[in-house]
């Protein structure tokens, strides 16, 4: 049976590991290296299907931990699917929850057979097995499921580190046996830490099993940025040329110009929505902080190198009045520009690429853009 994802690539940098490429889906072709928008529940907060469409979106992530707990697989599958659900025609990836479960569940218990935790949202106790995650993703309906693996926490102890990659190994041979879903990808976990004979040993135990691509998991877990680079940088150039390669979690621009570097094709992260909701802007020039005084009278817009909605029409100082009256339109605004700015910065990137011009644009971006708030 073919593949209902193909991964094309496009053009490789000569001076770096970069890439570009093309992802077809059931729900239509995404190019790659490209950023997805968080939608953890059937919703990227604040903003419509229209604004993503709007400002480039290509692809999603929703998450199916938190729609398997609400509004549940019954009321999903009532309504023809995630896609259905939430009125969003392009591609949509699906997280198996695993993070989520050993991030945000007080009591849990691991063993091979699967998880047993206390739900965090009213303390009911559930039981996720590699085998009921599938299942739930194939009821949502995504174009990409992806397998369920032991996220741990940061830690250098080889112990643990080893427990996981054998246990995710585990459950992405009996989440890939259970698979049927004709019309929808799955991509396997590569664990490890940042233990790299644990990470090439989890990777080619990951690729005897054979997914549709795969994805670098256990990052941003609590390491310092030179330990994910380091990482990255080492583990990426070894996954195979033909397969998609997905970088969970990660959510900065110097680390997506990093990543990309290394050959990387797929992020996402909550960052854009998260920091928009609490008045911080992503910029060329750093994060701009929209509350602070200094912007009361300030005609500027947020960023004056973007070409979105918020900063074509919106000044600084009008944003800081809806954050300093409590107006909802304040976080919408903000988390439109910097979902924006993210989708746009990975496409800018895909197009240095195919220029051969990728390591030029890295080091324009990362001698402007600072870090520190303003």
Request: charged fraction near 25%.
């Amino acid at each position: 049976m073919s593949s209902p994802i193909q991964y094309k690539l496009l053009k490789r940098d000569k001076q770096s590991h970069a890439r570009a490429g093309k992802l077809t889906t059931p729900h239509g072709v995404i190019e790659t290296p490209c950023f997805m928008p968080v939608g953890t529940q059937a919703t990227v907060k604040t903003l419509s299907t229209q604004d993503l469409h709007s400002l480039g979106a290509d692809i999603i992530l929703s998450n199916a931990y938190h729609l398997n707990n609400r509004p549940g697989m019954k009321t999903i599958k009532a309504m023809g699917g995630l896609h259905q659900f939430m009125g969003w025609d392009k591609p949509i990836l699906t997280d198996s929850g695993g993070f989520q479960v050993f991030s945000l569940a007080k009591l849990r218990k691991i063993t091979d057979e699967g998880v047993r935790f206390n739900s965090h949202y009213d303390g009911k106790e559930h039981f996720l097995t590699p085998e009921a995650v599938v299942k739930i993703q194939e009821d949502l309906g995504s174009d990409i499921a992806m397998v369920f693996d032991e996220c741990p926490p940061y830690t250098k102890d080889k112990k643990l580190l080893k427990q996981a990659v054998d246990r995710t190994i585990v459950w992405s041979k009996r989440a890939k046996k259970v698979h049927r879903k004709r019309k929808q990808g799955l991509f396997g976990i590569v664990q490890g830490g940042i233990d790299m004979k644990l990470r090439k040993e989890s990777l080619e135990r990951t690729l005897e099993i054979g997914f549709d691509g795969y994805a670098i998991g256990g990052v941003s877990v609590g390491e310092s940025r030179k330990e994910i680079h380091e990482t990255v940088e080492a583990i990426t150039p070894m996954m195979p040329e033909d397969k998609a390669r997905y970088l969970m979690g990660i959510g900065t621009p110097i680390d997506f110009l990093a990543a990309v570097e290394s050959g990387v094709d797929m992020f996402d992260c909550v960052n854009p929505t998260r920091y928009g909701r609490n008045g911080s802007a992503f910029t060329h020039r750093g994060l701009v902080v929209i509350r602070n005084a200094k912007y009361i009278t300030s005609k500027k817009p947020l960023d004056s190198d973007c070409e979105c909605f918020t900063c074509k029409n919106h000044s600084r100082g009008y944003l800081r009045h809806l954050f300093n009256t409590n107006e909802i339109l304040g976080p919408r605004l903000v988390s439109y520009h910097n979902v924006y700015f993210f989708v746009h910065l990975l496409k800018n990137m895909r197009k240095a690429i195919k220029k051969g011009e990728f390591l030029s644009f890295k080091k324009k971006f990362e001698m402007r853009y600072n870090e520190r708030l303003r």
